[in-house]
């Protein structure tokens, strides 16, 4: 593939994940190297999760995918818990957190649009 970028891209997905699969999708059309991590069966460690939202540069409130299914058994709209205690809740339950994530060179987006994925793969943005 005579693509000018460097760097292989890791992807954090859910099998099954239409958002997921489309990040893919586009990576293998803009032939990109990557690799995936799926986070239910390779769940993340705290450390690991705490540096992906520092990479992101949001807070782990804004990781917390709000549409899962245990986001409403835990009643975490109603209960207000530190990033820590956020970051644990994520670490038990990967469907809290927002994917697809994709992580290179120690960049990182959370690729939910296409363009996402273009900011990342293009290299930085000034």
């Given at each position: ?6 760097g292989?891209?890791?992807?954090y ?29 390779r769940?993340?460690?705290k ?42 809740l ?16 120690g ?12 900011n ?7």
């Amino acid at each position: 593939m005579g693509n000018a970028m460097s760097g292989r891209v890791t992807a954090y997905v859910r099998k099954g994940c239409k958002t997921c699969e489309r990040a893919l999708d586009y990576m293998k059309e803009k032939g990109v190297a990557f690799e995936t991590v799926d986070l239910f069966q390779r769940p993340l460690t705290k450390e690991e999760l705490a540096e992906i939202v520092r990479l992101l540069r949001v807070s782990p409130s804004e990781l917390l995918r709000t549409r899962d299914r245990m986001y409403r058994e835990l009643n975490l709209r109603d209960r207000c818990l530190s990033g820590e205690a956020l970051l644990e809740l994520m670490v038990e339950y990967p469907g809290l957190i927002k994917r697809p994530i994709l992580i290179r060179e120690g960049r990182a987006v959370l690729a939910l649009r296409p363009e996402k994925v273009e900011n990342l793969i293009l290299g930085p943005v000034p």
